[in-house]
């Protein structure tokens, strides 16, 4: 089974997937939304991922928070110890922020074209809501669905 990537908006989300994907013995790829370093902010994410790591360790393949074109945003999530982003900037920035992301053991990701955007689930505080979005994560991370 390929590694799946999924977008999460916020931590219940992130919890939600990962779980699934542990349940199901699927690998998963957690992205943050585009330009979700401007909208999550690198210390938020980064809580994020310490939380699945002591909640779920293991679960997902890594946690890659998108910095959009903002080179700032990018070297700040480095400095605040996120180990996976993905940002589009032009070809001699991008030098020198991976040679900042090696030199602290961090990647630079690509984007991805096939990928579960949970946005839809994002005010789902019902059983109900939690249900469709567990359907959805079990198809998707299965491969029974793609760009759902």
């Known amino acids: 089974?390929?590694?799946r990537s999924v977008i999460?908006?916020?931590l219940p989300q992130a919890r939600a997937a990962v779980a699934q994907a542990d349940a199901i013995g699927a690998p998963v790829e957690?992205?943050?939304p585009p330009n979700g370093a401007a909208i999550i902010g690198p210390g938020a994410f980064k809580a994020i991922a310490d939380d699945l790591a002591q909640t779920h360790p293991g679960a997902a393949s890594?946690?890659?928070l998108d910095c959009g074109t903002n080179a700032g945003l990018a070297m700040a999530a480095l400095r605040q110890g996120c180990k996976d982003i993905c940002v589009d900037v032009p070809a001699e920035t991008?030098?020198?922020i991976a040679a900042m992301a090696q030199a602290q053991s961090a990647r630079l990701h690509d984007p991805v074209e096939i990928v579960l955007d949970l946005a839809a689930s994002a005010d789902g505080g019902t059983s109900e809501d939690?249900?469709?979005m567990k359907v959805l994560l079990e198809q998707f991370l299965?491969?029974?669905?793609?760009?759902?």
């Open 130 to 132: 939690r249900n469709r």
């Open 94 to 96: 991008h030098s020198k």
């Open 1 to 3: 089974m390929s590694t």
């Open 8 to 10: 999460f908006h916020d």
């Open 62 to 64: 890594s946690m890659i």
């Open 142 to 148: 299965r491969g029974d669905a793609h760009d759902v």
């Open 30 to 32: 957690l992205r943050s």
